[in-house]
T-cell receptor, first 116, second 110 residues
């Protein structure tokens, strides 16, 4: 089944403890991206990747890192999580992105992160 | 950056009714999509529609790129249509960022 898989689905952690949220897609998509969803602020893009080894900042990249060493995986890294990073996180993929972005996005099921 | 506005913010319908959701955007875009977020939080892509009209069952969408708006039509609404509908655009603002509107929250009563 074609899908985007995020892990974990739920995570409670403490301030400052490094964590990684994984995202994997099995559709050979070039484009992948991360979003956070917060009440009253909607969905905001954190980072995106047009292809392997090509990443760029979205609107809210502060406090996050990403890497794209292989096409199928796009992990989101929080080096020192803080309570304001408590949010619902989504990963998405698409066959292409950018100027030739003429495809829809497939989203993962989300990761609910709580930082205490 | 590109601004995306959706209206109405909230909508309550009786089952069987029709509705139109609107998405306005402030600049030219490469990509426009409509999504449905169901009550369990899943985001489902409904349409990729940077211009023109598409239909999928009871749903259809029209984007008039030159006038910078898109419409999502829901006909004969069902309770399972409840949730939040988002439009999202991709435009160049120092990078090809994806910008979401604030969404329209729809509740369909049985």
């Amino acid at each position: 089944e074609a899908q985007v898989t995020q892990n974990p689905r739920y995570l409670i952690t403490v301030t400052g403890k490094k964590l990684t949220v994984t995202c994997s897609q099995n559709m050979n998509h070039e484009y992948m991206s991360w979003y956070r969803q917060d009440p009253g602020l909607g969905l905001r893009q954190i980072y995106y990747s047009m292809n392997v080894e090509v990443t760029d900042k979205g609107d809210v990249p502060e406090g996050y890192k990403v890497s794209r060493k292989e096409k199928r995986n796009f992990p989101l890294i929080l080096e020192s999580p803080s309570p304001n990073q408590t949010s619902l996180y989504f990963c998405a993929s698409s066959p292409r992105g950018g100027r030739i972005s003429n495809y829809g996005y497939t989203f993962g099921s989300g990761t609910r992160l709580t930082v205490v | 950056g590109i601004q995306v506005e959706q209206s109405p913010p909230d909508l309550i319908l009786q089952e069987g009714a029709n509705s139109t959701l609107r998405c306005n955007f402030s600049d030219s875009v490469n990509n426009l999509q409509w999504f449905h977020q169901n009550p369990w939080g899943q985001l489902i892509n409904l349409f990729y529609i940077p211009s023109g009209t598409k239909q999928n069952g009871r749903l259809s969408a029209t984007t008039v790129a030159t006038e910078r708006y898109s419409l999502l039509y829901i006909s004969s609404s069902q309770t399972t249509d409840s949730g939040v509908y988002f439009c999202a655009v991709v435009g160049y603002t120092g990078g090809f960022k994806t910008i979401f509107g604030a969404g329209t929250r729809l509740f369909v009563k049985a």
